[in-house]
């Protein structure tokens, strides 16, 4: 467990920008050694992660979707950034930029929330990974003749929707599929933010 220990005027004075822009005004070390662990502040974590993601020229050149990703001005001092992650839902969860707001490209509280990971992943649309069919649809070729797969992740565990005679059909079928399942997932979440959220995202997923 993470232990705030005051750091000296000096140590403070002595701290670096982040990417050139992050503020680090902790008035404790953010990083510290208890009984030879390291342990780093876990708001700390978050809120560097997000200035690497949006400033740092190796994050960029390896992840081209935080091209033009910033931060707001108040977030790029750690302080705030913590004072409003320390009142929400954060443990075990993760920060994400553009449920609330698709296309969203700036990180700061009117536009982030944490979120469970499994409904991160449910509104991920896999575009780098997806290959030349569409998302959730795969081909198969059997005796000479060929299919098409639809398929859906539904609760971590990839599941058959169907199979096609064409690609058009099967995309379908998985847009169906994601859409029932985006609203079924909406239906368990008790923050109404992110309830509505969620049910935004089916237009998304149809196209809309």
Known sequence: MFKEI???PTRIAKRKLICGVGVNDALYQPSITIKGKYRTCPFYIIWRGIIYRCYGK????????????TVEKSWLYFSNFKKWASTQNWMGNELDKDILIPGNKQYGPNTCLFVPPA????????????????????????HGHSAYHA???????????????????????????????????????????????LISHIARYNGN
């Open 58 to 69: 190796k994050t960029k050149a390896n992840y081209p979707t935080y091209t033009d990703c």
């Open 119 to 142: 409904i991160n992943r449910l509104l991920n649309k896999n575009t780098k990974r997806r290959g030349k069919y569409p998302l959730g649809v795969s081909k198969i070729t059997s």
């Open 6 to 8: 005051p750091a000296s």
């Open 151 to 197: 398929t859906c992740c539904f609760f971590g565990k990839q599941t058959k929707i169907g199979q096609f005679q064409s690609i058009d059909l099967a995309e379908q079928a998985y847009i169906k599929a994601k859409c029932q399942h985006i609203r079924k997932v909406a239906g368990t979440v008790t923050d109404p933010r992110l309830k509505t959220a």
